[in-house]
């Protein structure tokens, strides 16, 4: 990035980035924007995705609700992503799982592209789950194999993602015999970008 970089020129770099790494759209918003429901970690709780307990960083391993909703107030910024993928029909729960393989890469690679002077305090959020390895270390009782890349979902941080799509002026759903996936990364900047 060049030098006297203007803080929208560096959001523009962003969302430029997470596009050419695979996403729909994407947009900065402001962090104050988010909005947050302890409703979603009972969601959570009635395990309809079978991953309640079984992942370190799904609840309730991931932590106290209460804790990570008081964490997104921590940061000033958001880079909201989403991918649409297409599905054979609206029971392709296969398409489904394999749709949310692939938003995994663009959030990890996202990592990178995060890691730079400008960038004060980062939190990564993805789609449904860690998704690192195929079977989670909590599963088989050892530690997590790479925390460094261990990834909490925005649902577990107790965000309104359909909400969050509002604010970033993105459909929380894109039509028929397809799926959309939302990540984020909440961050701050350090001060030098005006
Ligand atoms: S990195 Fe692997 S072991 Fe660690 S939380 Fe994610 S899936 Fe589980």
């Known amino acids: ?18 596009l050419d790494l695979g996403a729909h759209r994407a947009s900065v918003i402001s962090a104050d924007a988010i909005e947050t429901d302890r409703v979603f970690r009972d969601m959570c709780a009635s395990n309809a ?6 992942c370190y960083m799904c609840p309730p391993d991931v932590g106290e609700i209460e804790v990570l909703m008081g964490e997104i107030g921590r940061y000033d910024h ?5 991918t649409v993928s297409e599905l054979e029909d ?11 393989k692939r938003t995994h890469p663009i959030a990890q690679s996202l990592r990178a592209v995060f890691s ?5 305090r980062v939190l990564h959020l ?8 195929e079977t989670c270390a909590k599963r088989t009782g050892e530690p997590c194999r790479a925390p460094e890349m261990a990834m909490p979902s925005l649902e577990a941080y107790g ?6 799509a509002a604010a970033a002026e993105m459909r929380y759903t894109n039509g028929q015999n ?16 005006k």
């Open 178 to 193: 397809t799926v959309t996936y939302f990540g984020a990364v909440l961050f701050c900047l350090d001060g030098e970008v």
């Open 126 to 133: 993805g789609a449904g789950g860690c998704g690192v390895c």
């Open 90 to 100: 609206s029971y392709d729960f296969e398409g489904m799982v394999e749709a949310k």
């Open 159 to 164: 965000v309104n993602v359909s909400r969050l």
């Open 49 to 54: 995705c079978g991953m309640y307990g079984r």
């Open 78 to 82: 958001a880079l909201v992503y989403q």
């Open 116 to 120: 730079r002077p400008e960038i004060a």
């Open 1 to 18: 990035m060049k030098q006297n970089t203007t803080k929208s020129e560096f959001f523009e770099a962003l969302e430029r980035a997470a």
